[in-house]
């Protein structure tokens, strides 16, 4: 009963879907960036490299998250009203040119070899690309109440983001990426139905 008074309930996938529609997208508008736009950055930038060592990957799943902190910190200082629409189209635009700018600059460090750590601590390594995935998910919650229930609210929030990642980590070390892509999308989808079906009641 406390945490009532701690989290906004509100599902951040409906809230970027009603604003979407405000602006005038149509229902397979909104499906393409929630189903496949969506997943497919966050399974590049979290479960890409999750494969035996690739510095290629993890060069680029660097570089992509570092874009993203970085655009997403740059729309909240100059378009604080943000916009869904060309701006969102400018936003993922600009995110994937900086990325290829990224990966390019982490490509002349020299020694930037892990592989030895990256197979010893493997788990490790799919465990806290879960926990980031969860992470990546909170600003999207409102947070009220006394510190503690911040806290408490905000594990309880990340508990299904965490088994999420950690599944999506599973289908993509035990299946390959593409599948991690395809489920990831799958549950999108179905998220976003059942929010459309919500709001036509």
């Not at 993203?68 to 604080?80: A, D």
């Not at 993922?92 to 460090?109: C, E, G, H, K, W």
Request: with cysteine; net charge positive.
């Amino acid at each position: 009963m406390v945490l009532e008074h701690a989290i906004d309930y509100t599902a951040p996938e409906r809230g970027d879907i009603e604003r979407m529609i405000k602006c005038g997208f149509g229902s397979y508008a909104v499906l393409y960036w929630i189903v496949l736009l969506g997943p497919i950055t966050e399974e590049l930038i979290f479960r890409l490299s999750l494969t035996g060592y690739k510095e290629k990957y993890l060069r680029f799943s660097f570089a992509l998250a570092l874009s993203y902190f970085l655009v997403v910190q740059i729309r909240m200082g100059f378009w604080p009203n943000f916009q869904y629409g060309l701006q969102l189209f400018l936003f993922f635009l600009t995110m994937m040119l900086i990325a290829v700018v990224l990966y390019y600059l982490l490509s002349l460090i020299k020694n930037f070899n892990i592989s030895r750590f990256w197979d010893r601590y493997f788990g490790a390594v799919v465990y806290l690309s879960a926990l980031m995935f969860a992470l990546l998910h909170l600003p999207a919650y409102r947070f009220e109440g006394v510190f503690i229930e911040k806290i408490l609210a905000m594990i309880l929030i990340s508990i299904p983001y965490i088994i999420m990642g950690m599944s999506l980590g599973y289908i993509r070390v035990r299946f390959g990426f593409l599948y991690a892509v395809f489920f990831h999308a799958v549950w999108n989808l179905c998220s976003a139905a059942a929010i459309f079906y919500r709001m036509s009641l």
